[in-house]
């Protein structure tokens, strides 16, 4: 045994492997962060939500090439730059050989790139790995974008060294000496931490008996070197990191800063990943910072400076609030109390609001033959990022042609969720358009390109560089002021990608779904503060919350919704930006911001898809309100459910059940049976339909299921199978988009396309 430690003593007394076991020991912080950037290019957290995607393949100007790997190269140069400067101001002390050396910094970063080295190495692999399965891609093309990630990283690693080696020559010492009176007062505690430092390394220095030289060549540590306690040197190495430091930060929050003010410019944003190294990087250079000021104190004053920056948010020093666009915000707030939510859903306003929908609904009875009752249609489309924008546009737009226009002609309403509506609502615009005579063709390859394109680039940077750092540029709308912040970027990127289509106020398609020339779309995102549903449409649609089961004369029904016209008549509800309308039907978590509304006291709004992901809830709510009306004119109704996910999966098993598994299924069981939940719920109220209204009720589910027992038909002459569903994201990989687009094509997709062409002759 003594025999075999002795063997493997140079390795384990290597400068590389002490320092690895000593971020294991001492830097638990910076071990996470490269933790977490492991799991995310390996897949092993956030893959759901797509995160793997945004390393593996990064889109710059809606393109991933040689550019967007160059600056994925040069951003994880940085934060591995920010990460040995960290340790060594860290833990430079334990290992004051290296003050002897020539170049220091350098010796160290070579001995202490096991990490970063290992990383570059996996992401390669994973990258190459990707692209292949995923994209599609060449040889040459995967070698060419390899080559934009090591030509950034190695041209990072050069600026850096660069600098490096210009403050270690004679002109940093001149530059200490000037700064050094300014510096004095403010870092009296830091050189007191030093020189604790530097006693604590006489007495406690780390066992290193060899090192590895910048030629990546292991060299003996000389006994000279490890007797090195010269005080005003040692004092000079933590006065050069410590500037180092500052002007890099500095740099850094500079290049954010500018960044963050021409944000709006594609140019300017970089790839979603990119983003979050930069935010990692100026956590770990922090985190640098406070180990440097408060040495052992570090977590404990982090956790003290984090309370108070807590308790100051809550008291609304910092809180960002952010606008629907349109809205008045500098009048008369409406109240939002019980007393004046009755107030808004009386009988008489209730009736009010129903008298004018029927207006819509005589005009959408014209459409058709006075001797011939037609069917209606429900088109409820589900929530689910872009995946859901795109295979809702995707199935209606095969839906529509394959019923020659009829599905359009028979719909009367449109209701659902988050990433659904934008893809219906989209292809609503479309068909207006070609209605009144513009040369668009509503089938078009281009419009599933359009609805595709990436949004998280912008969004994710805008979250960096403007809520973090920037928040002062503004724009105006319908007469407002308002801030360019991360619920601009959405609505911004959202008009990019649709063409400016939809860049208009709500009530501006009024007059087409009072004269049914589209049908009527109704939002229904969720009110944080109470769960309540608020009812969004260019029509007062305060008929919504007329109760389908509570009994007559109960005098404690709880009101579950709210008429957005109605409750914002005084503030310019009118006016509202149709693109808010659906970006706040569509705030997914942490990504879109809750939108504030202009409220006493204020309400937030979250995602539609929390109540009702599916929309069913709402198409019952309808048909209940004219169900007299719909039963004497059509000869029954079609529930079309587009939908993102199946609806009846197979039933998991439970076993190998750990003990945070019993400890998380609890909470796990409600969110991973989320949407099993709201379907339960939605096919009951289906299901009491039928007992108040006496018209068939027919449901056409039109799903994406990419799974492997499900066979794709493509052209009717080759089979395709796609086994991994796409990430619930605003970005889409290239074998995503091909999934979801194919999807339409499957068998049960294929009978359901057919059962409606039937019910629609």
């Known amino acids: 045994m003594a025999r ?144 934009g990630l090591l030509s950034g990283y190695a041209i990072m690693t050069f600026a850096f060294s660069i600098y490096f080696r210009l403050t270690q020559k004679d002109i940093f010492k001149y530059m200490v000496c000037r700064i050094d009176e300014k510096l004095k007062e403010s870092v009296r505690v830091t050189r007191a931490s030093a020189m604790n430092k530097l006693d604590i390394a006489r007495k406690k220095q780390v066992r290193v008996d060899n090192y590895l030289s910048s030629d990546l060549r292991f060299k003996k540590v000389n006994d000279d070197e490890k007797d090195f306690y010269d005080r005003s040197t040692i004092i000079q190495v933590f006065d050069q990191n410590h500037f180092n430091l500052v002007i890099i930060e500095l740099l850094i929050f500079a290049f954010v800063l500018v960044l963050g003010i021409f944000k709006d410019y594609p140019i ?19 985190a640098g910072a406070f180990s440097y000021w408060f040495g052992g104190w570090s977590i404990t004053m982090s956790l003290i400076l984090f309370l108070i920056l807590n308790y100051l948010v809550g008291e609304d020093f910092f809180t960002k609030k952010y606008e629907a666009f349109g809205l008045n915000y500098q009048t008369t707030k409406s109240p939002y109390t019980i007393e004046h939510l009755q107030r808004l859903n009386d009988s008489s306003r209730l009736e009010q609001d129903r008298q004018q929908t029927l207006q819509a609904l005589s005009h959408w009875r014209k459409k058709f033959p006075d001797h011939h009752k037609p069917k209606m249609v429900f088109l409820c489309v589900s929530g689910g990022g872009k995946r859901a924008a795109l295979w809702t546009l995707s199935a209606l737009q095969t839906a529509d042609s394959l019923t020659l226009g009829k599905l359009t002609q028979n719909t009367m309403l449109i209701t659902g969720a988050s990433g659904g509506l934008i893809g219906a609502s989209y292809f609503r615009e479309i068909k207006l358009r070609e209605k009144l005579g513009e040369n668009i063709h509503p089938y078009s390859a281009r419009h599933r390109k359009n609805i595709s394109t990436d949004n998280l680039n912008p969004l994710i940077f805008s979250m960096l560089a403007n809520d973090l750092f920037v928040g002062f540029t503004k724009f105006k709308y319908a007469g407002q002021n308002y801030e360019r912040d991360r619920a601009f970027t959405f609505e911004d990127q959202l008009n990019i990608n649709t063409e400016g289509l939809m860049d208009k106020s709500i009530s501006s398609y009024k007059k087409y779904e009072l004269g049914s020339d589209i049908p009527m779309l109704i939002f229904s995102p969720t009110v944080v503060n109470d769960g309540r549903k608020l009812f969004i449409s260019s029509l007062p649609v305060s008929y919504m919350n007329s109760e389908t089961l509570n009994p007559p004369r109960y005098r404690q029904a709880k009101i579950s919704g709210v008429d957005f016209q109605s409750l914002f008549e005084q503030q310019g509800g009118n006016s509202l930006r149709f693109l808010s309308a659906l970006r706040m039907n569509a705030t997914f978590p942490y990504i879109t911001p809750n939108t504030t509304l202009p409220t006493d006291p204020p309400i937030q709004i979250m995602d539609a898809g929390i109540s009702d992901n599916f929309g069913l809830a709402d198409a019952v709510r309808f048909l209940y309100a004219f169900r007299e009306w719909i039963e004497k004119n059509t000869s029954g109704i079609v529930f079309v459910s587009i939908r993102d996910s199946p609806k009846l999966e197979p039933i998991a098993k439970m076993s190998g059940q750990t003990i945070v598994d019993d400890l998380t299924q609890p909470i796990a069981t409600v969110y991973n049976n989320f949407e099993n939940f709201q379907d339960i719920t939605n096919d009951n109220l289906v299901g009491y339909a039928k007992s108040w209204f006496s018209d068939p009720i027919d449901r056409v589910d039109i799903q994406y299921t990419p799974t492997g027992s499900v066979t794709i038909l493509q052209n009717m002459d080759s089979i395709r199978q796609h086994n991994a569903r796409a990430s619930l994201s605003w970005r889409l990989t290239t074998r995503e988009k091909e999934s979801i687009i194919d999807n339409i094509n499957t068998l049960e997709n294929q009978r359901e396309l057919e059962k409606l062409k039937r019910l629609l002759e």
């Open 4 to 147: 075999l430690i002795k063997i493997w003593e140079p390795f384990i007394y290597s400068f590389p492997v002490q320092l690895l076991f000593n971020n294991f020991k001492r830097n638990q912080v910076l071990l996470l962060c490269w933790i977490i950037l492991f799991a995310m290019i390996t897949g092993s957290f956030g893959k759901y939500l797509g995160v793997p995607y945004l390393f593996l393949d990064p889109e710059y100007l809606n393109k991933v090439n040689f550019t967007s790997f160059l600056i994925m190269g040069m951003i994880t140069a940085g934060f591995s730059v920010a990460f040995h400067i960290t340790c060594y101001i860290a833990d430079g002390h334990r290992f004051s050989f290296v003050g002897a050396m020539s170049k220091p910094f350098l010796k160290f970063s070579v001995n202490n790139g096991t990490l970063p080295f290992l990383f570059l190495l996996i992401y390669i692999y994973q990258i190459v790995r990707f692209q292949v399965s995923n994209e599609y891609s060449t040889g040459i093309q995967i070698a060419w974008n390899l080559g």
């Open 268 to 286: 300017f944003q970089p790839p979603a990943a990119a983003s979050f190294m930069i935010f990692l990087t100026i956590f770990v250079m922090l």
